[in-house]
């Protein structure tokens, strides 16, 4: 429901523009539904509004990955870190920028680092579930997409994820 979640962030932060808590699922939504245009320019009104914030340095990295400039959204993501060391959504957005240009082992240690600061999600276990499969390592994906689901068990992604690697397992009927 990334449409709808955007109508209702947009709604949100015009009413109150200065809140800068909901801005990485914001900006995220903003990633999923490739609007680049509206990334480009939140990310300047951040910059010269806040910054010296994380959120404004993630901001222009979700931008780049939008554009598919992974060495500059690593950049930007690694600003975010340096400026607020447990800003999770940008170590996680860290990861998948370095496994979008196949950098495996970094990838997974911007995600273990994410799975150390934010304990309570499954989103970084999932992420590391999903290196794995996508490297081919069926049985750590598998343990990493099981851990994920002890954490939460309603994430579709999640779901989705699990019967991809069931497929390539030949359990058709599981995968379904």
């Known amino acids: ?3 709808a979640c ?3 962030l947009r709604r949100q932060f015009e009413l109150e523009p200065a809140r800068l808590t909901g801005f990485p ?3 995220s939504t903003l990633v999923e539904l490739g609007k680049k245009n509206d990334l480009y320019l939140l990310a300047h009104s951040l910059v010269a509004e806040y910054p010296d914030k994380a959120v404004t340095w993630f901001a222009i990295g979700c931008y780049y990955m939008t554009t598919r ?5 690593r ?4 600003k975010a870190t340096s400026i607020d ?3 999770v959504q940008a170590w996680i957005g860290f990861g998948h920028a370095f496994a979008a240009q196949d950098e495996s082992d970094q990838a997974m240690a911007a995600y273990r680092t994410a799975t150390r600061l934010f ?3 499954h989103v970084p276990v999932m992420s590391i579930g999903m290196e794995y499969q996508r490297t081919n390592n069926s049985s750590l994906a598998f343990q990493f997409f099981l851990k994920a689901f002890e954490i939460c068990d309603t994430d579709p992604l999640l779901h989705n994820e699990y019967g991809v690697l069931l497929y390539r397992q030949g359990d058709y009927e599981n995968a379904v």
């Open 6 to 8: 955007y109508v209702e």
């Open 69 to 73: 400039q992974y060495d500059s959204a």
């Open 25 to 27: 699922l914001y900006l």
């Open 1 to 3: 429901e990334f449409a």
């Open 85 to 87: 060391a447990s800003f």
């Open 75 to 78: 950049k930007y993501f690694s």
């Open 119 to 121: 304990t309570g999600s």
